[in-house]
């Protein structure tokens, strides 16, 4: 009815990659944004952060896109991935298309560079102020106020807000903040496995060891490596094991020869010397699920992002999926008239669900990466998908192109691949393949 | 072999059934026990905690046997319950015996005089010393530091410890420290019924209103109230249901008519007046489960009790299963010579599993003591169960019996009851049953 929006003062803690572009819109609704993160600004100090490479679909593009940033970062920075390059034991290579009817692909980008990208759009909006070296030490949920420490003067400074955005990340203290108050669930899930970070070096004449346009997996049942092309012509591998397994790989000679035997190609192509530097330099790390909900307290708090549903990353839907969280906000305050009563209990009835179908997907997905795909009934599974989604290609869409290459929802992808399943054990008396959704 | 024992300097945190007990405990194996509680002293200045009336069996009364309290605490203070009594909406009753074959009870305890009873029995140790009013502000789970406040004279103490004992409740702030650690999984959940106190006057000549050696249940499907006995001859009643139910009492008419409807006959006994008081004395109390792995970090600190594993109260097993925690920790004392880096993972390695299977089993008995306990299926199961355990008393042990009647493994009673429903559908060929474990 025309009623005047209110100018909103948001304070979005966490100057990731979700930090950073719900900044960009919230600032272009036109509230006044400030944005605080902990670490340097990472344009001038880069300083090594979380690894795994990004792989960019449909929900994160569609929101760059907002922002007129796809073309940039798709075009000019990403590197398309049409398909997994299967590595099997004896050197032999199986290609799986992702989507051989739409040819759609998904795109590895640099984290470092888009949280660049996106830190410089917000900063082009002059209603947005960013503050590095802001360490979150307190905030009252209840009247948006925050305490932050600045990790190189120790200064303290308290700032009050009309709503907070917490886009702080897996271990997010506005997340334990909500935590303590009551009716807030929340269940935090480490997995057995760990991983570690390789690195593939450039070819001969710059060009890519390997095939630049795939994902690299070489699956090998309780574990596995994966290896994602850069833009610079390397790759960067990752090591998912056990933690028992990575903890008995203590010496060069341990990992040399685990590396003969379960990757032989990998290890010629990395180079002993090079696996060994890299493989030693930091600890397994951990993989972390989180499910909670709700996502939001009262009027003055939102976790989105990692902070809310931080998952295993074998979907590659984490940044995608935090992304969309922001489509999804940016559409509710246009609904609600940037009404927060409104807004942030509709987000959370909307949108908890969905991630909790997102978490549960990845984690079983690894599953997938680790060991079906190598088999008969999967391949053979996917050879069905194929062949149907090109018969009716409205109509039947394989589970990994509705996460991947739709906006559908993730509790909606679930329940399509339900009746999917029903019909092609009907087509193929397949039974093993029930097991994985 | 004989190697010296090391007098460990100890901090439980908190000073409730369980934090009192396992003072007692450690301080009998030797240990200096310093225990921390954030309340006053409850034997001096009474505040009214936490309610639901407790419900004592086999293994809390087997923790009070060995520091030689269970007959002063059974025989003196409590009231045996043999039985449920069921109201059903016409007023009729039916009764179900809890153990027909053995006779075992449970016992209604005072959970403030069971308190009371547990701190003095601590203090008699010379080496212990209890510090009321001290709220825990931080821990250092590493080096077993901690720093208290004085609740009423902010004076900050700062003090070590070689093991830190979380016996610091459903909102543990040991389990908040605990989380923040890598490979923490935590489930913190809420259900979306919520509860309110009534109490039921003495009636006639000093005796009770209603049979006192039962513990009333008044089902109604998906809401339910208890009421037990206390030992002044009075009732503690709870009404269990749905937030939506409990919020739309909201006027004395609207409660007095939701009562006349479903629970005319306690309403009687309570009278009109002093249940529209007791009703609106305080908002529905939410129900929370924490189901956590590990319970230890490090060689330095360990949760117990509520902090480790709050459930919802419909097995009455929260505080027995608290007071098994406690033997648990006594015995591989004694196995491991109170060495905390053999002690403190065993710990978690035997128990957090039992724990998780008793969550859910409270989980699932509010739907039977909502809904089965009136269902001709569950009345006949019972029956069976009841002629199964006369013929084979060794070997067919009811669920609720090995939960509450013995120290089965909690894991081990789930998988007991599993085989036994085989059996049963067998032998009556009823299928509604199999739901409930």
């Known amino acids: 009815m025309g009623s005047e929006v209110r100018t909103l003062n948001v304070a979005v803690v966490g100057g990731g990659l979700v930090g950073a572009l719900v900044t960009c819109f919230l600032a272009k609704r036109g509230h006044r944004v400030n944005l605080y993160e902990y670490r340097p600004d990472i344009r001038v100090e880069n300083s090594r952060g979380v690894s795994i490479d990004l792989a960019l679909s449909a929900r994160g593009r569609e929101a760059l896109r907002a922002i007129d940033l796809e073309d940039l970062v798709i075009n000019h920075h990403g590197i398309a991935m049409k398909g997994r390059m299967i590595h099997l034991k004896d050197g032999s290579l199986k290609e799986i298309i992702y989507d051989s009817v739409n040819k759609n692909c998904i795109y590895s980008v640099n984290r470092t560079y888009l949280n660049q990208i996106l830190l410089s759009a ?228 909307i949108r908890c669900d969905d991630c909790y179908a997102i978490c549960d997907l990845a984690m079983y997905n690894y599953v997938e990466m680790r060991e079906l795909v190598t088999k008969k009934a999967f391949i053979f599974r996917k050879y069905i998908d194929t062949v149907l989604q090109w018969l009716f290609p409205k109509n039947w869409i394989p589970l990994y192109s509705t996460v991947t290459f739709s906006r559908m929802r993730y509790r909606d992808c679930i329940s399509n691949k339900a009746w999917q399943d029903k019909v092609s054990l009907n087509l193929t008396n397949f039974d093993s393949i029930a097991l994985q959704y």
Chains 1, 2 share one sequence.
């Not at 493989?279 to 307290?297: A, V």
């Open 122 to 349: 917000a900063e082009k909006y002059e209603n947005v102020t960013i503050f590095f070296n802001h360490k979150l030490l307190d905030a009252d949920l209840d009247t948006g106020a925050l305490k932050f420490i600045h990790m190189q003067t120790d200064e303290i400074s308290n700032v009050e807000s009309d709503l907070i955005i917490g886009a702080d990340g897996a271990y997010s203290l506005i997340r334990r903040l909500m935590i303590k108050k009551p009716r807030f669930n929340c269940n935090q899930a480490y997995i057995d496995h760990g991983y570690v970070e390789v690195s593939y070096p450039i070819g001969k004449d710059n060009k890519y060891i390997m095939s630049g346009n795939h994902l690299h997996i070489w699956p090998r049942g309780n574990f596995m490596m994966i290896a994602l092309p850069n833009d610079d012509y390397t790759f960067t591998g990752n090591l998912f094991a056990p933690f028992k397994t990575l903890e008995a790989l203590n010496t060069p000679e341990n990992l040399l020869e685990f590396f003969r035997q379960e990757f032989p190609d990998g290890l010629r192509l990395i180079g002993e010397e090079k696996l060994v530097k890299d493989f030693f330099q930091t600890s397994p790390k951990t993989l972390l699920s989180i499910q909670c909900k709700p996502y939001h307290f009262g009027s003055k708090a939102l976790i989105i992002g990692d902070a809310a549903h931080a998952m295993v990353p074998f979907y590659a839907q984490g940044m995608n999926a935090g992304f969309e969280d922001v489509l999804l906000l940016d559409k509710l305050m246009e609904i609600h008239n940037d009404n927060l009563e409104k807004v942030l209990p509709h987000f959370s009835e």
